[in-house]
């Protein structure tokens, strides 16, 4: 059920042929698709996969091309694993919903289908579900996906979060290098954002930060006096939101801004999603993005 759930078969139909690329060098990872660090180190076969532009024409298998006019690549064990560990917020903020869609059921989605897309190329996955403390953690392992997808079904946003704290809680525990995906709405000041992701670059990851949004976070739409409560703290404040919108929306888009620069300076990927938008539009054009740089950056 947690499978049928959070990965839409209508959403894989649009971004299956599309891979989770990594631009840095780590353990592990598909020939042609990543760079391994140990080149040649497994004799192991593993399968065969569809030749890409851009693969090493000395691993075409040459006999079954001559069987089936077709080019195929021979994997190997040692070049089908890399560490992709999914980070996903569930603060009590995660919760905030205005249009039948939560932050967290959102990030939910993005992690399943990632998920599911590394799992496809032979990664080993792994999740953990962070507030002030890692509440949930699975390592990655090639074996672990069902795992993975229980563990996301039933996590809640119940606690106050502390983002910081946790992400390098999380940092201490990966041990090899591999992929960090952090799903959040990143409730932080930018630099003390990045200076605990940073905590995931300098351990060997590669950092990818999803930044969730509500479209009642982004456009402030009320028109009406009201009373607006931070679901961290509890605070409430009452607002006439025609009297501050236009601040309010200036002061968002200098933060996601802020955010951009801040993790882009340290090559982290940053990619904002609002939970009004289709799922699979956002991570089509993301991941798209995403492979078109990985061919121009080292």
Request: charged share 30%; hydrophobic share 40%; glycine share 6%.
């Amino acid at each position: 059920m947690a499978e049928t759930r959070f990965v839409d078969p209508h959403v894989l139909a649009r971004i299956r042929n599309l891979d989770l690329i990594s631009r840095q060098v780590v353990d592990g990872f598909i020939s042609g698709l990543h760079q391994a660090v140990f080149r040649g180190v497994s004799v192991d076969f593993a399968e065969h996969r569809p030749y890409v532009p851009g693969d090493d024409v000395r691993r075409i298998d040459w006999r079954l091309y001559a069987r089936t006019d077709r080019l195929y690549m021979k994997t190997f064990e040692a070049e089908t694993n890399a560490d992709v560990m999914f980070a996903l917020d569930i603060s009590r903020s995660m919760g905030f919903d205005s249009h039948g869609v939560s932050k967290l059921d959102y990030g939910r989605f993005v992690v399943g289908c990632l998920t599911h897309l590394a799992a496809r190329q032979r990664d080993r996955v792994g999740l953990a579900g962070f507030d002030d403390d890692l509440v949930a953690m699975i390592m990655p392992s090639a074996r672990r996906r069902e795992a993975v997808m229980h563990t996301l079904s039933r996590l809640t946003a119940d606690r106050p979060g502390g983002f910081t704290g946790a992400i390098e809680r999380l940092a201490r525990r990966l041990t090899r290098r591999g992929i960090v995906v952090v799903v959040s709405d990143f409730y932080a000041e930018p630099d003390e954002a990045a200076a605990a992701l940073d905590q995931l670059r300098l351990r060997g990851q590669e950092v990818i930060a999803v930044h969730v949004l509500d479209p009642a976070e982004r456009d402030l739409p009320f028109t009406e006096p009201t009373v607006l409560e931070d679901m961290e703290s509890g605070a409430r404040s009452p607002v006439v939101p025609e009297s501050i919108r236009d601040d309010y929306r200036r002061e968002l888009t200098a933060h996601r801004r802020a955010l951009a620069r801040t993790l882009g300076a340290r090559r982290m990927d940053y990619a904002c999603f609002a939970t009004d938008q289709p799922l699979d539009h956002m991570l089509h054009h993301y991941l798209s993005t995403r492979a078109f740089r990985g061919r121009f950056r080292r």
